[in-house]
């Protein structure tokens, strides 16, 4: 097999696992690198240390210094679910969980994926490659990546949007110590003078130089944040207890590409994406462990999970929710919880 006819097939063997994008890059540095550091530089990414990490930064910097054989780089897209609408019928308040991560975790599908694709190319060329995959695990900037291998761009949401599919999709990377053909980056930006996004986002979280100020998105507060969520941006969270699919959901690109065929293991699990507010706020910790397992929820642990619920409680302005909000503030097991709770039974009043 010539180099392209092996690209070609890797791409092929990747869309038969799944990912129905799939691009091949160069390992040269991003070219959003510095953009990347100034935001870091500036703050942006509020608590999470792990992406201002002097080392991480190094090797976002330039793909080889994680993986010094690297040749080339795969990155592949594998659709999720588009949010669902409307909501169930009934009176129970709910709140809302963000598409991605209605149903099984995309960290424990995508890793073995790339591993059998890594296999697969081993299997035809008959040698040991070396190689480093990721799905947002890793020091790559990821969406930078993905244009270049010609996927799509990146739109004023920040997200990577697929002229083809829209931006519902999770991203994974392969680094690899063999040569192969690159695909013509994606050079073209498809969101002319569109601003819907901005002007939706309820925070407004989104800057004009297509990054965020995490510390406001809903996305960060309601899953990254690990303390109590800023008072003045409590009221702003609305519905969502774990992410946010705001600045997807107004995007024409996704509202073009409404559909589209998604691994069955992407199927929401039981009373997702919309919660019964009461009863989430009421699970025990090993009630919260076993609904949630292999659930992106588990990341808020149970704490992250309730405190967010709690928000929504009062946001909902359902007086049902007085009672088990006025528990929870005198009784919950965790402080964060009670705390949130607290002000929720106060602002639930007004
Ligand atoms: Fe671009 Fe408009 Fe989509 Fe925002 S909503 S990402 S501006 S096309």
Not at 126 to 149: C, F, H, K, M
Not at 325 to 336: G, I, R, T, V, Y
Request: glycine share 8%.
């Amino acid at each position: 097999m010539t180099p392209a006819e092996l690209a070609q097939a890797l791409k092929e063997q990747a869309r038969q696992l799944g990912f129905t994008l799939a691009g091949i890059t160069s390992p040269d540095p991003p070219m959003h690198y510095e953009s990347y550091q100034r935001w870091v530089q500036a703050g942006f990414h509020g608590e999470m240390a792990y992406l201002a990490d002097e080392r991480a930064l190094e090797r976002r910097a330039d793909p080889r210094r994680i993986l010094p054989e690297c040749r080339s780089i795969l990155v592949v897209g594998m659709p999720y679910h588009p949010p669902l609408d409307p909501r169930p019928k009934g009176s129970l308040p709910r709140g809302r969980v963000a598409a991605y991560a209605v149903g099984v975790d995309y960290h424990l599908v995508i890793p073995p994926r790339l591993q059998q694709l890594v296999e697969f190319l081993e299997a035809q060329t008959g040698q040991s490659i070396p190689n480093r995959y990721y799905t947002d695990t890793g020091p790559l900037l990821e969406r930078d990546l993905a244009q270049r291998a010609g996927l799509g761009w990146i739109g004023k949401n920040t997200c990577l949007i697929s002229p083809k599919s829209g931006s519902y999709f999770l991203l994974g990377e392969i680094l690899l110590g063999l040569e192969l053909p690159a695909d013509r980056p994606f050079v073209s930006d498809h969101c002319g003078t569109c601003t819907r996004c901005i002007e939706a986002c309820p925070t407004g979280c989104i800057r004009p130089d297509r990054t965020l100020d995490a510390r406001q998105c809903i996305s960060y507060l309601t899953i990254e944040n690990k303390g109590d969520i800023p008072l003045e941006l409590r009221p702003k969270l609305g519905e969502w207890v774990f992410g946010c699919d705001i600045c997807q959901m107004v995007c024409p690109w996704n509202r073009r590409f409404g559909q589209h065929e998604v691994d069955s293991v992407f199927q929401p699990r039981a009373g997702l994406p919309f919660p019964v507010i009461a009863e989430e706020l009421s699970l025990t910790p090993q009630a919260f462990n076993r609904k949630f397992k292999d659930s992106p929820l588990k990341r808020t642990k149970r704490r992250g999970y309730q405190r967010n619920l709690a928000v929504a409680a009062a946001n909902s302005g359902e007086k049902s929710l007085q009672p088990i909000l006025e528990a929870a503030s005198q009784s919950h097991d965790e402080p964060l919880v009670s705390r949130h709770a607290n002000w929720a039974a106060k602002n639930l009043k007004k």
